[in-house]
């Protein structure tokens, strides 16, 4: 915990270093498939610093996150099995001893959430604080199209950032409080009632 804590204060600490932009895409790339702070940690300071370019920031993480969750995908796709379906490779147990939120339990139960959900599976890890490096190699592992698994991560990795974007650019350091209080929660929130929704539309015109 002290290891992961520390890399946390590491990455605040950027939000007062030059280049801002170039630490923001390659966070956000990289958290994509194996990095364990999320962008959005380094996204609400900088936009704090300098609201105007808020949504530049946003582009930013958007971008660099789907390219990193493209890497993800490939990485379970080509790296994840010694033989394929048959046992983890070295890197895939590297990856769950050490990059949080990816273990075999995850894995042993997310093909079932996939044959069923399919595109939700995505774009929640995407929009809500589900660790997208999960799905974005467990898509690859488990030949998860790969047009769906992109537009779903394009929707919901822009939506969740530019979102974060917004309320600060609009309400400054008045939001930022109730943003790491509870965004998270909203997300969620706001997640289930899209797909309680959908499925509500399904039974109706089923």
Not at 51 to 56: G, L, M, P, T
Not at 175 to 188: D, G, Q
Request: charge should be neutral; hydrophobic fraction near 50%; proline fraction near 4%.
């Amino acid at each position: 915990m002290n290891f992961i804590k520390n890399i946390y204060d590491w990455v605040l600490n950027l939000s007062t270093k030059p280049n801002s932009n170039y630490s923001i895409s390659i966070l956000s790339f990289s958290e994509a498939f194996f990095f364990p702070i999320p962008p959005d940690v380094l996204l609400i300071p900088l936009c704090l610093g300098n609201r105007k370019k808020s949504w530049n920031f946003a582009l930013l993480c958007s971008i660099f996150s789907i390219l990193g969750g493209m890497v993800g995908y490939y990485v379970g796709k080509v790296l994840w099995w010694n033989v394929p379906s048959i046992e983890y490779s070295y890197l895939a147990n590297l990856f769950m001893e050490y990059i949080p939120g990816v273990n075999e339990e995850g894995f042993n139960s997310i093909k079932k959430l996939y044959d069923e959900w399919d595109f939700w599976i995505v774009f929640t890890a995407g929009f809500t604080p589900i660790p997208f490096k999960l799905i974005t190699i467990s898509a690859g592992t488990f030949n998860i199209n790969l047009g769906m698994f992109v537009l779903a991560s394009i929707i919901s990795r822009s939506a969740r950032f530019f979102l974060l974007a917004s309320l600060i650019k609009v309400y400054g350091e008045s939001i930022s409080t109730f943003i790491e209080k509870y965004f998270n929660i909203l997300a969620l929130l706001f997640t289930f009632l899209l797909i309680g929704g959908f499925i509500l539309i399904k039974i109706i015109l089923s």
